[in-house]
């Protein structure tokens, strides 16, 4: 009895899709990724319900402190309109900016001029929002652009979430943001709550400093000079 071997060589065929040095063609394994949870019914067994999570296979929206946080905070000290919002710190501004839910991160391009201050916020080329810094920021070499950004989620709604260190040119002196562009109307600062707890902690710094002084000086022993501007032990008569 003669066998048909052709029935395997269309079988290995059908199975692959990638051909080796020789000619033949290897078998390879199809793998189906799914994004939402999906049963599987394999003949002859009832489905069971899955307890595992979905897998994402790809993340471009960074989960973080962000996440499900009030929007009312997105414009904590700062301002809101309707393409973007601005909020602040002591120590930070962080810019939120609307964009569409399917946007991905590889499509986003966040940059900053080191030396105008001119911020670029672009999709697929093309400027979602862009225009000039009214305070200076610390230019981050770390990423690229200059600026630290990543996506998040706010329920149904997509952002670009960039995040400044602010710059003070006196040193350890705190500087409270009145506008994010130039182009913005100034908000007051006076009523910024953050602010007035901060100058209030500051000003007991100020006179516990100046109490520890008057203290010091109270109980040091008095240092005599003579005409020369030499220090003496004692007084002349």
Request: glycine letters at 6%; aromatic letters at 10%; hydrophobic letters at 30%.
């Amino acid at each position: 009895m003669s066998l048909d071997y052709s029935k395997w060589d269309k079988l290995v065929a059908d199975l692959s899709d990638e051909e080796d040095e020789q000619g033949y063609k290897k078998a390879s394994p199809q793998v189906t990724c799914f994004q939402n949870p999906t049963t599987i019914t394999i003949p002859g067994r009832s489905p069971e319900p899955s307890s595992s999570p979905p897998v994402s296979m790809r993340r471009d929206i960074k989960s973080g402190e962000g996440v499900g946080e009030k929007s009312s905070n997105l414009a904590k000290n700062g301002f809101e309109c309707d393409k973007y919002c601005w909020s602040q710190d002591k120590e930070e501004v962080k810019l939120t900016v609307w964009i569409d839910p399917q946007v991905r991160a590889k499509a986003v391009r966040v940059s900053l001029d080191k030396q105008t201050m001119e911020l670029w916020i672009q999709v697929s080329k093309t400027d979602v929002l862009s225009g000039k810094l009214a305070y200076n920021v610390e230019f981050d070499d770390d990423y690229d652009g200059g600026v630290e950004w990543q996506l998040e989620s706010f329920g149904k709604r997509k952002c670009v979430l960039a995040t400044f260190r602010k710059k003070s040119p006196i040193k350890s002196a705190i500087i409270w943001w009145s506008r994010f562009f130039m182009r913005e109307a100034e908000i007051d600062t006076t009523k910024i709550k953050d602010r007035r707890k901060s100058s209030h902690n500051t000003k007991q710094a100020w006179d516990e400093a100046h109490k520890l002084f008057r203290e010091k000086i109270a109980n040091q022993a008095p240092t005599f000079m003579d005409d020369e501007g030499n220090i003496v032990n004692e007084a002349k008569g």
